[in-house]
């Protein structure tokens, strides 16, 4: 088995905690029937997922109330110019971000471990998918907006 194969779980693990903000953890994707149906989940492994996800979701709600609370303190200090306080402030947010972003990880990885890895990789490859065709979704109505005033002659 080569190295580049057993990194594959730890690069979906990265990619999925690069590319899913807080805000996204609403999408219960194994409740989802696509992803059940094409991960071929278990009612045991949608349940347990589901568990997970509850046990760990009043930590992330208080941490991004947290973290919001120390960039709006930030912005808010960034107004007013002082420079000294803007940068203990800094500190305050980026340590606010590590400890959700560290909750994060560690619901990802109990719900990685209710997976088989064949199940992990395909979800990985499900993500990149819906996260591209998003993306090309977000790109073609960005064009659409902007060709109106292309013609308009304004």
């Known amino acids: ?6 990194l594959a779980p730890a690069a979906v693990l990265l990619a999925l905690l690069a590319t899913v903000s807080v805000d996204a953890q609403g999408f219960k994707w194994w409740q ?3 992803y059940r ?11 347990r997922l589901e568990e997970i996800f509850q046990s760990t979701a009043p930590t992330l709600r208080t941490q ?6 120390a960039e709006t303190e930030f912005g808010r200090l960034v107004e007013n110019g002082n420079d000294s306080a803007v940068m203990e402030q800094v500190l305050n947010v980026e340590a606010a971000r590590a400890e959700l972003n ?3 990880a560690l619901m990802l ?4 471990r209710a997976l088989t890895t064949d199940q992990w990789v ?7 998918t819906d996260e591209r065709e998003r993306k090309q979704s977000q790109h073609q109505l960005d064009e659409r907006k ?5 013609g308009s002659g304004k």
């Open 1 to 6: 088995m080569s190295s580049n194969f057993r």
């Open 122 to 128: 395909k979800l990985g490859a499900m993500h990149q």
């Open 102 to 104: 560290k909750t994060r």
């Open 109 to 112: 990885l109990r719900m990685r």
């Open 64 to 69: 991004k109330k947290a973290f919001d609370a």
């Open 146 to 150: 902007q060709s109106p005033q292309r």
């Open 37 to 47: 149906s094409e991960l071929g989940l278990t009612t045991d492994q949608s349940r």
């Open 32 to 34: 989802n029937d696509r």
